[in-house]
T-cell receptor
């Protein structure tokens, strides 16, 4: 069984500043993947970043990076130079046992 | 990148009728597709896994006779909500597996049952 916990229902950040979204997870899988998805008002799910659990190096995609702490089962997302288009719901998810399990999401607001 | 479409994007139906939602992978073949349900301001909940040419695997608590899933080809999966009732109103999202661990999502279908 897998669980994903996002303890921050809402976050806000000033435009151009940096924000970190938290995520913890639990899984019985030895081989698994972690994801951050973005869901803007259109409700289209967009993959932001992916991390293979067997890789120690933190994944980075342009302004988005993760802090993956495997022992602590923590997988936080850092957004640098926040832009208005980053405003959305962000879901942390783990893939294991052939399925994705999502957290409850964090609504990110960007303050102009 | 891989594109997944859903049709319709929004459907309104009367209580007791059935509604079919289509999920298509446009530029790739998907042996596995997934169906999720999302209530307002909540997360995505996996309803079932759809494998081409075989019966769908439903998650615990999902009524398989109410939510009929058919995956007749490598590019099309359908979800039929049978005898829909107002409590079935929700946002339904499909996804298609591209790699072993990656899924691409459709834009979703908003179902409103009157």
């Amino acid at each position: 069984a897998q669980t994903v916990t996002q303890s921050q229902p809402e976050m806000s950040v000033q435009e151009a500043e940096t924000v970190t979204l938290s995520c913890t997870y639990d899984t019985s899988e030895s081989d698994y993947y972690l994801f951050w998805y973005k869901q803007p008002p259109s409700r289209q799910m967009i993959l932001v970043i992916r991390q293979e659990a067997y890789k120690q190096q933190n994944a980075t995609e342009n302004r988005f990076s993760v802090n993956f702490q495997k022992a602590a089962k923590s997988f936080s997302l850092k957004i640098s130079d926040s832009q208005l288009g980053d405003a959305a719901m962000y879901f942390c998810a783990t893939f294991g046992n052939e399925k994705l399990t999502f957290g409850t999401g964090t609504r990110l607001t960007i303050i102009p | 990148g891989a594109v997944v479409s859903q049709h319709p994007s929004w459907v309104i139906c009367k209580s007791g009728t059935s509604v079919k939602i289509e999920c298509r992978s446009l530029d790739f073949q998907a042996t596995t597709m997934f169906w999720y349900r999302q209530f307002p301001k909540q997360s995505l909940m996996l309803m079932a896994t759809s494998n081409e040419g075989s019966k769908a695997t439903y998650e615990q608590g999902v009524e398989k006779d109410k939510f009929l899933i058919n995956h007749a080809s490598l590019t099309l999966s359908t979800l039929t909500v049978t005898s829909a009732h107002p409590e079935d109103s929700s946002f339904y999202i499909c996804s298609a597996r591209v790699l072993a661990n990656e899924q691409f999502f459709g834009p979703g279908t908003r179902l409103t049952v009157l």
